[in-house]
């Protein structure tokens, strides 16, 4: 196709390639560290203990990586400041903060796909030795039913 006969069409093609690009990416943020007091046993809750949290975010990256604004992604700082006030309340279990932590960022972030949610308890207080456990949470937003077929 000659360039200076289809320019219109040049554009509209590229435009529906750009649009059906697979795009997606993961925003990861690992290894933020808490002490908290989450615990089945009172003592747990009453002593505290370290903790990590996980946290990965999958979107699409197309509007970032073309307006380098961080409007079109998710912002990290705001995502470890609801890491933060979640770990500061104490439950029993950590599936709860978990849950918790993964329900809320999917809410507040719909251009979000996917949330997966990892909280590890570092050094539980087993009868033998133990470095960490976790428990994971996954959120995964529902896809539209009809697809766009427009060029």
């Not at 990290?76 to 709860?96: I, S």
């Not at 009868?127 to 456990?133: A, L, N, V, Y």
Request: hydrophobic share 35%.
């Amino acid at each position: 196709m000659p360039p200076l006969l289809y320019p219109k069409s040049k554009i509209l093609i590229a435009l529906y390639f750009n649009k059906r690009l697979n795009t997606m990416g993961t925003i990861a943020i690992e290894g933020m560290q808490f002490y908290a007091y989450h615990g089945y046993y009172k003592e747990e809750r009453k002593k505290g203990n370290y903790f990590m949290v996980d946290v990965y975010l999958d979107l699409d990256f197309a509007k970032a990586g073309q307006d380098d604004a961080i409007q079109h992604t998710v912002n990290y700082e705001k995502v470890y400041a609801v890491c933060v006030r979640r770990m500061q309340k104490t439950h029993k279990l950590l599936e709860t903060v978990c849950v918790q932590i993964a329900e809320q960022l999917h809410r507040k972030y719909p251009e979000v796909k996917k949330t997966r949610v990892r909280i590890s308890k570092l050094h539980p207080p087993l009868s033998g030795p133990s470095q960490r456990f976790y428990v994971e949470h996954s959120i995964k937003r529902k896809m539209s039913k009809h697809k766009d077929l427009s060029f």
